[in-house]
């Protein structure tokens, strides 16, 4: 069972920048991959960013340029580097993990329903 921190959030102004992080409690084989998603109040979770063991990275179009995922597999950890904040990105952000082939998505997704392993999330708030 793949244990996943999320850490970063805070409280920014609209134009600042924050970097989330994700521990996972263990090695995540290359076998996975891993994403980071969020859910505003009233609105379902989407995935913004998601990277596999190649190194291969997917982005949501509404943050493409902006946001930037990377992972560093000796210390287990994923990260979400968010630059130029608007108000519309906050959000509980979340960090999940997954093997392939879970729910039949082998390819890199960023539908939730393809992630097996979620965090409990870290909160962003953008303020204009």
């Known amino acids: 069972q793949v244990q996943l921190v999320e850490s970063g959030g805070g409280s920014v102004q609209s134009g600042g920048s924050l970097r989330l992080s994700c521990a996972a409690s263990?090695?995540?084989?290359?076998?996975?991959?891993m994403g980071w998603f969020r859910q505003a109040p009233g609105k379902e979770r989407e995935g913004v960013a998601g990277?596999?063991?190649?190194?291969?990275?997917a982005y949501a179009d509404s943050v493409k340029g902006r946001f930037t995922i990377s992972q560093d597999n000796a210390k287990n950890t994923l990260y979400l580097q968010i630059n130029s904040l608007k108000p519309e990105d906050t959000a509980m952000y979340y960090c999940?993990?997954?093997?392939?082939?879970?729910?039949?998505?082998?390819?890199?997704?960023?539908?939730?329903?393809?992630?097996?392993?979620w965090g409990q999330g870290t909160q962003v708030s953008v303020s204009s």
């Open positions: 999940a993990a997954t093997p392939r082939y879970y729910s039949g998505c082998y390819y890199l997704s960023l539908s939730t329903y393809c992630y097996r392993y």
């Open positions: 263990e090695y995540i084989p290359s076998t996975y991959y």
């Open positions: 990277i596999d063991s190649t190194g291969r990275t």
